[in-house]
DNA sequence: ATGGTTGCCAAGCAA
């Protein structure tokens, strides 16, 4: 079985992109972020005539994540407990959604973005990853098959930035950010794409400064599995080739090869 | 050279 997690920044303008892609790649699940619609606006009949389900979570033109299955979609949550809320008025923004496909409990998330480490967002996005730590572990405990996939908006190790001078005073790289993300793996889940990859191979590359020729980019994007369901990942790839030409978003696809259980 | 891109939706914000 193959599952994949992809931030296609607007699930409207790339809906083509996304319909070819999960048909060259042959997955089964797909876990979406940044759908940027309400669910009225969600091109489900583009999914249905593939053969997937899909569940989505979208309020307005922000954020937004869904999952698409076509080996089931059960028991979908969207959100969990205690997710802090933002702007005025305060909300709970659709940044996760849950789902069991094939026995195996699926999560897309869109991990705020902290846009600088002095902004308010900043505080916001730490906050709303501790959240996940907490849930993380109550998950783990269970010893049922999980697994965490999204873009996190931080660049855990210096490999994953092109360049840690450029990025030095910036977010996704600073200490507050990266012990949130390992606080995370120890509440018992693992990257489970790392062993099969290089330096270098990042999952997003900004649409400035011809940042992707240049491969000026950013492994932010992870799948981060729970024992039972890493000890039967067989592989990974992130999928360069789909950022490339026109209407590319600005995110690579990522893909685990999962063994039955 | 203080630039450039894309998507929301139609001015400015978000990434």
Same mark, same amino acid.
């Given at each position: 079985?193959?599952?994949?997690?992809?931030?296609?920044?607007?699930?409207?303008?790339?809906?083509?992109?996304?319909?070819?892609?999960?048909?060259?790649?042959?997955?089964?699940?797909?876990?979406?972020?940044?759908?940027?619609?309400?669910?009225?606006?969600?091109?489900?009949?583009?999914?249905?005539?593939?053969?997937? @389900?899909? !569940?989505?979570?979208?309020?307005?033109?922000?954020? =937004? #994540?869904?999952?698409?299955? %076509?080996?089931?979609? &059960?028991?979908?949550?969207?959100?969990?407990?205690?997710?802090?809320?933002?702007?005025?008025?305060?909300?709970?923004?659709?940044?996760?959604?849950?789902?069991?496909?094939?026995?195996?409990?699926?999560?897309?998330?869109?991990?705020?973005?902290?846009?600088?480490?002095?902004?308010?967002?900043?505080?916001?996005?730490?906050?709303?990853?501790?959240?996940?730590?907490?849930?993380?572990?109550?998950?783990?405990?269970?010893?049922?098959?999980?697994?965490?996939?999204?873009?996190?908006?931080?660049?855990?190790?210096?490999?994953?930035?092109?360049?840690?001078?450029?990025?030095?005073?910036?977010?996704?790289?600073?200490?507050? @950010?990266? !012990?949130?993300?390992?606080?995370?793996?120890?509440? =018992? #889940?693992?990257?489970?794409? %790392?062993?099969?990859? &290089?330096?270098?191979?990042?999952?997003?590359?900004?649409?400035?400064?011809?940042?992707?020729?240049?491969?000026?980019?950013?492994?932010?994007?992870?799948?981060?599995?729970?024992?039972?369901?890493?000890?039967?990942?067989?592989?990974?790839?992130?999928?360069?080739?789909?950022?490339?030409?026109?209407?590319?978003?600005?995110?690579?696809?990522?893909?685990?090869?999962?063994?039955?259980?």
């Amino acid at each position: 079985m193959r599952i994949a997690t992809w931030n296609v920044n607007s699930i409207r303008s790339r809906i083509d992109r996304v319909e070819a892609w999960v048909q060259r790649a042959d997955v089964d699940v797909l876990a979406i972020q940044e759908t940027k619609c309400r669910e009225d606006q969600f091109p489900h009949d583009r999914f249905a005539a593939l053969g997937y @389900e899909v !569940a989505h979570h979208g309020l307005n033109q922000w954020n =937004g #994540v869904a999952i698409a299955s %076509r080996v089931g979609l &059960e028991d979908v949550s969207r959100g969990f407990p205690d997710l802090p809320q933002w702007g005025e008025p305060a909300v709970e923004e659709a940044r996760a959604i849950g789902a069991t496909c094939a026995g195996i409990r699926l999560w897309s998330l869109y991990v705020p973005n902290g846009r600088h480490i002095t902004d308010p967002h900043m505080q916001y996005k730490l906050a709303w990853l501790d959240t996940l730590r907490v849930q993380t572990q109550a998950w783990a405990e269970t010893g049922s098959p999980f697994a965490l996939m999204g873009d996190w908006n931080i660049a855990p190790q210096d490999e994953d930035v092109w360049s840690m001078e450029y990025y030095l005073d910036k977010s996704h790289v600073s200490p507050p @950010e990266r !012990a949130a993300f390992q606080a995370v793996l120890d509440a =018992g #889940v693992t990257d489970v794409v %790392r062993p099969h990859t &290089e330096p270098g191979d990042f999952t997003y590359w900004d649409y400035q400064r011809l940042a992707f020729p240049k491969r000026r980019g950013m492994r932010i994007d992870f799948i981060l599995a729970s024992e039972p369901l890493a000890e039967r990942v067989q592989g990974a790839v992130i999928d360069r080739e789909e950022r490339k030409g026109q209407g590319a978003s600005d995110h690579a696809p990522v893909v685990i090869e999962v063994a039955d259980a």
